[in-house]
């Protein structure tokens, strides 16, 4: 119960009162308490949708949407500059502190410490009830949030780092920290970190054990994968060899994710998984051969497929559909000289991709078209603003439940 009213006054009148040298009254805990505050989030600004409704929101913005994630596939440095402090700036307030002068026993709130009564005119202390912190609940208890979230990968991960911070603080949990500074690794593959190359895994073992320890793992991982095997003959490849080199790519992501987890009970992994590229532009600087716009979306679906069937079967791992997300949520134009989209679709033209448990539609948008130039401005990495709409629908998802300790959807 909280010292209110008259009441205040008149607690703060005894401690006043009390000038014979002794430790008067402890109401600066009582106040102290009664002024804590809740952790409050701040939202960021990226000119992205927010998890709300992402395509009304979107498709206001849709014009700007030309920020650029980071230059070059493999080089997203330029996202860590500035990196090691949380989006929102601000820790949270510890509704458990006591002031310096508040540690005084509160059992004898009713006498001065001379021992001498106080003539106030009003009821006797101990008539207002026990102090705040004596076996009362809190007027409102907050979500019980993670201590700590980790983001490691590929350069998706580099991209995601900072709006999946100012996501976080527009949904509320801006005071949760979020570590990416030695996990998240432009151009690497799932054999990498599999196999410990660069000491990937270590570095992750030890952003993921730092205190607090993390109980949210955002990971992107696979396409850089899958990439190396087009560019090495994969579409000519008879299909009992394309799966091989398929299951290949799936068996590394497995050792990865179970040594993540290993040892891990209070850990969760949140698998992020693609959208659609934009494979004409993409091959004007890489070497993917064999394929066009709709073929290389096939194959790109049925990696995405594997890895979601995979981490069906893994505790504590959990999977993102966002295949046509950004289809759906901006829409697209005509870009000359390449031939797709042929005509400008408007945002909720295409289907949303469809979530846990069912994943229906999976996948969503259109895998004959590509993915949104104006979002994806090098063919591979969205936009800051692209980010943001990823991140947004795989919070929304069930990510923000895993955020507040409640099971992801279907479990």
Not at 158 to 176: H, K, R
Not at 327 to 334: E, I, N
Request: proline share 10%; aromatic share 6%; hydrophobic share 40%.
């Amino acid at each position: 119960m909280r010292v209110r009213g008259w009441s205040a006054v008149l607690a703060l009148a005894v401690f006043a009162c009390d000038g014979t040298g002794g430790e008067g009254l402890p109401v600066g805990r009582e106040l102290a308490l009664d002024a804590a505050s809740s952790l409050d989030g701040q939202a960021g600004d990226v000119g992205a949708p927010g998890p709300g409704d992402p395509a009304d929101a979107a498709a206001a913005d849709a014009p700007a949407g030309l920020e650029d994630a980071g230059g070059p596939p493999d080089d997203g440095g330029a996202l860590l500059e500035d990196a090691g402090t949380p989006s929102d700036g601000t820790s949270s307030a510890d509704s458990d502190a006591q002031p310096e002068d508040g540690g005084a026993a509160a059992e004898d709130a009713g006498t001065p410490a001379d021992g001498a009564a106080v003539d106030s005119g009003a009821p006797p202390i101990d008539a207002i009830g026990p102090p705040a912190d004596a076996n009362s609940p809190p007027d409102s208890a907050g979500p019980d949030l993670v201590d700590r979230v980790v983001i490691a990968g590929d350069s998706w991960s580099v991209g995601l780092a900072l709006p999946t911070q100012d996501a976080l603080a527009a949904l509320g949990y801006g005071a949760i920290p979020v570590s990416f500074e030695t996990t998240v690794v432009g151009g690497s593959t799932a054999e990498d970190w599999a196999s410990n190359d660069g000491n990937k895994l270590l570095l992750l073992a030890a952003a993921l054990d730092a205190q607090p320890p993390a109980e949210l793992l955002i990971l992107t991982i696979g396409g850089n994968d899958l990439n190396s095997a087009i560019g090495k003959g994969l579409g000519l490849l008879p299909a009992f060899l394309k799966d091989a080199a398929l299951d290949g790519i799936l068996a590394n992501i497995e050792s990865l994710l179970n040594t993540i987890t290993t040892g891990r009970p209070h850990l969760e992994v949140l698998v992020v998984g693609y959208d659609f590229l934009h494979y004409d532009l993409l091959k004007t600087y890489n070497d993917l051969p064999h394929y066009d716009t709709e073929s290389y979306n096939d194959v790109l679906i049925e990696l995405e497929s594997r890895k979601r069937a995979l981490i069906a079967g893994l505790p504590g791992v959990h999977y993102a559909h966002n295949f046509g997300i950004l289809q759906h949520t901006v829409g697209d134009v005509p870009h000359p000289p390449f031939l797709l989209p042929p005509i400008a679709y408007a945002p909720g033209t295409v289907p949303k991709p469809g979530g846990p448990p069912a994943y229906s539609p999976f996948p969503g948008g259109l895998k004959q078209l590509p993915g949104p130039l104006d979002y994806l401005p090098d063919g591979i990495h969205p936009s800051l603003a692209g980010f943001r709409i990823i991140i947004d629908h795989s919070l929304a998802q069930g990510g923000a439940n895993l955020i507040e300790h409640l099971p992801w959807p279907g479990e």
